[in-house]
């Protein structure tokens, strides 16, 4: 996939200046990612959204202090009505309860099939709104506005839209792709640190499944991509625009290569579902999950044990865990058997060749529960 | 559109002999429509189906007992695993909570994305069934086997799937199409009378939009459609569906055509949110509903009171209500407001001309209110 490679910038490139602006390529469905800093401040961003007679704000509690009310004045010369709907923070909230309580808020202020919504905050607000967006009166527009790392340079493009059930991550959803991704660089800023860095788990993710030279340049950079710097920041959530658009365009529905972008994620929903949502960040257990996976892809002779440690190397200069948590090995299995992506009772992985490149494979039980007990005593 | 018109049956036609196979041409989402009597007891009807580990069947207690047993026989030849989950019966249950119990039955028996879901019940349960079909883990195929005339002649087909909510019917919904819609005309026989007669208001609506020669066939066979003859019942169901088969192709989403599918739909969905869910059945509140839209479009010149009276006659030959419930005028015009079909508070209605085309006009609340206060009077 390297030949759409961008150049990598250098420390000097000013990248904050003008927007960039992406387009994810689904015929009459296309739509475009802009990236670039402040532009919340920047009606012009927003000149494109859809009419309609009311917009709602779908945002966190927290979220909502900091940017809800730049937003709201934005939209409010779009839209004769902008109604905000503020949802509680954390994953334990992406549910069923919260959906229905969406839905009747937008009942109650007499939303119609027009109505556009706008998801102003990380993964949890995204696939949330974007779930609602798709069910609500059968189908209605909605942008998505990622403010953490996570949703900019994941969640918010592609259109995969869900709630968790108790008994696993995203269990009822839709694909249903948004009409345009709007990624507000400066926003990051204010993210808790703990949450920036769980976001450069899927970062680093990309570049492990499609883009080796990526990889390399995260390695290389790791000082000021701890210390937020502008360039480096612009850059890292492009190129995961970028290779996400790419995939998406080629398999909207995950029929064969967008599968690839759930390398870490058989594992990372285990640890989620069995430790209960909220008590890792999604992004750190991707981080754990892509090092225990590539455990068993090395098992398999997919991949060498250099390949293994660079990875370790990388996660952990970004503070991510690559420790499984204490679970017996049995609830690890029991929980992705039922994950989305088993078929017929048969766990399968998306596993990464140390070259830049993913395949699907499934794995016994036997030898995924031999690998955990030896990870889980270590 | 009576160019596309089969050739009517006469009284010695047997129907019941070969199923019959209708389109719906969807490019690569197409499936046929089987229409027959005993489909049920022919495996042969079942050979496409897709393969998967498991098939569910979602059922209500009511049908259960008649069929349930039958297509389980059937299913079993084809899938290792075949699990029955048997829903309450009633408009009052197309809600979130059964959803919702619906969806965790999925996942306790380890349900993976392939597995087939088969809706073998009547409008409840294949709206509420195309719906977890829709949404469980993203969309899993299912297949529609209707068994009341209502959705055997419309539900069914086409794709639109929902639950209600207290606000509003089919408030929360997906278009998913089917795999396959299999109509056994046999289970129409074990139908409650009135369940019967609900359906055919859907039926008279097909003749009012676009086939008025279809319109006058059913003033013409009255009696041996209240005796439920086979050779009437196979015409009418093959006729109803042909015909929404043909609008679903030209307008999956419902942009333009489509909407003609709502006559009488306004009304109705009001009648059912006023008086509650399950006090009328659909069809009877759509008879009602047909009968009160047309009157509107009198009172704008669309139609000849002439047609109000066949329209009227008809339907009460086939005992169907077309005296609007007593409810207070500003219920009714508020609970308007709220349908899916109102845009920016402006009422939508799809009035027939009674040359059997229609058109989605937007009327004045107070021209609406004005007709509601003189039917309430009448």
Known sequence: MNHGLTKHPSHSTTHSSAPQKLMVELANRSYPIYIGSDLLANPLIFADVPSASQAVIVSNQTVATWYLSALHGILKEKYPTVIPIVIPDGEEYKNLTVFEQV??????????????????????????????????????????????????????????????????????????????????LKTLLSLPKREYLSGLAEVVKYGAIMDMRFFSWLEAHIEPILNMRMPELAFIVERSCRIKAQIVAMDETENHIRAWLNFGHTVAHAIEVGLGYGQWLHGEAVACGMVVETYIAQSLGLVTEHFVERLKHLLQAFDLPTSLPQLPAEDYLSIMRLDKKSIAGNIQFALVDGQGKASVVSVKDQDIYALLQTLLRA
Chains 1, 2 share one sequence.
């Open 103 to 184: 839905i009747s808020q937008l009942l109650e202020h007499t939303c119609d099939r027009k109505t556009v919504l706008f998801a102003l905050g990380g993964g949890v607000v995204g696939d949330l709104t974007g779930f609602v967006a798709a069910c609500y009166m059968r189908g209605v527009p909605y942008i998505q506005i990622p403010t953490s790392l996570l949703a900019q340079v994941d969640s918010s493009v592609g259109g995969k839209t869900a709630i968790n059930h108790t008994k696993g991550k995203n269990m009822v959803g839709a694909f249903y792709q948004p009409a345009m991704v709007v990624c507000d």
